[in-house]
């Protein structure tokens, strides 16, 4: 049972425009999300966060909302950059002790020139 | 450089092979990780330990065993794997709990089993 969902495997945006990257998931008990961006040959890297006690998140083009009632967060990025061009992965986690991060399949996002 | 650093990047090894990861944070942190990543399939959390005790085992076959010496180093031996375990494996440190950032990833290790 897959807890943390993205359903689009790939998205291409032309450079300047917004991305949305969207991500879904069914466990009530997470209460921090997280995105990663992962390019070829290396590991995921932290990208931005969010606490369930918040819906929104900005930190510079990135900005990350989450609606608990619809257990949906989704990944804006404004304007979209050619170096943007990655695999964006969705995380979630419960807080407490060996708390552990729930990853979704990712999304392959192009950015067009 | 994460601060996580995996060795060898690469891994091309036969069924009957016996090899091992190596992973080693200098981040400070208390927890460390072992995900797999398979084509089309989401990370897969393979091990978790906390304060160098194991407190996670996803299920995970035999021919996999993790070895946490101490809080900054992370082992993974491998013995007689199949061709499906063929994947790019990732060794992450964090504080726990989780905050702010999550994890920290190093750059994984790309094993082939032939």
């Known amino acids: 049972d897959q807890q943390v969902k993205q359903n689009s495997p790939s998205l291409s945006v032309q450079e300047g425009r917004i991305s949305i990257l969207n991500c879904d998931y069914t466990n009530s008990m997470f209460d921090y999300f997280l995105w990663y961006k992962k390019y070829p040959a290396e590991g995921p890297t932290f990208l931005i966060s969010?606490?369930?006690?918040?819906d929104k998140n900005e930190d510079g083009r990135f900005t990350v909302f989450l609606n608990k009632s619809a257990k949906h967060l989704s990944l804006h990025i404004v304007p979209s950059q050619p170096g943007d061009s990655a695999v964006y992965f969705c995380?979630?986690?419960?807080?407490?002790?060996?708390?552990?991060?729930?990853f979704g399949t990712g999304t392959r996002l192009q950015v067009t020139l | 450089e994460t601060g996580v650093t995996q060795t060898p990047r690469h891994l091309v090894m036969g069924m009957t092979n016996k090899k091992s990861l190596k992973c080693e944070q200098h981040l400070g942190h208390n927890a460390m990780y072992w995900y797999k990543q398979s084509a089309k399939k989401p990370l897969e959390l393979m091990f978790v330990?906390?304060?160098?005790?194991?407190?996670e085992n996803n299920s995970v076959p035999s021919r996999f065993s993790p070895e946490c010496p101490n809080s900054s180093h992370l082992f993974l031996h491998l013995h007689t794997l199949q061709p499906e375990d063929s994947a790019l494996y990732l060794c992450?440190?964090?504080?726990?709990?989780?905050?702010?950032?999550?994890?920290?990833f190093g750059s994984g290790t790309r094993l082939t089993v032939v």
């Open positions: 995380a979630a986690s419960r807080t407490g002790t060996a708390s552990k991060l729930t």
């Open positions: 330990y906390s304060l160098e005790e194991r407190v």
């Open positions: 969010i606490s369930s006690i918040k």
């Open positions: 992450a440190s964090s504080q726990d709990p989780i905050v702010n950032q999550g994890v920290t």
